[in-house]
């Protein structure tokens, strides 16, 4: 009984290969994308996340960067940027005004290690933050 059973298990398997050309898939898949394309947080210098961050970037610069936001936290604000531009290695964001609260800014330099860091000003107050793949 018990080697019918693992004759079974054995054909049942995929064959080895099945994850090697999954991952090649997933490969081709990115090489259409940008580096900003995916999922971001947002978060204080000291880890606490403020916002989740979704871009759609074309490769190449074929077409424009675009993104939309998710406030985590107090506020359960959605929306999309008002301005979400890139210059070389900065890239800067802004988000509408909320309430009485002025448009927040966001200015990101890349380190040298692919991650962001910068200021995230008038959302009440100016705040160093940090960028990172989800």
């Not at 080697?3 to 990115?30: E, K, M, T, Y």
């Not at 259409?32 to 970037?57: I, K, M, N, R, V």
């Amino acid at each position: 009984m018990i080697p019918l059973l693992a004759a079974l298990i054995l054909a049942a398997a995929p064959p080895p290969d099945v994850g090697a050309r999954i991952h090649a898939s997933d490969q081709a898949a990115q090489a259409l994308q940008g580096p900003l394309d995916g999922a971001w947080t947002l978060s204080e210098a000291s880890g606490a996340p403020l916002y989740a961050l979704q871009f759609s970037d074309p490769v190449g610069g074929r077409g424009p960067l675009q993104g939309a936001w998710r406030a985590l936290g107090g506020h359960a604000d959605i929306g999309v940027f008002t301005e979400l531009r890139r210059e070389g290695d900065t890239l800067i964001l802004r988000l509408p005004a909320h309430g009485e609260d002025p448009a927040a800014v966001i200015r990101l330099r890349r380190d040298a290690h692919g991650g962001w860091r910068g200021t995230l000003s008038g959302d009440p107050a100016s705040r160093v933050v940090v960028l990172r793949r989800d």
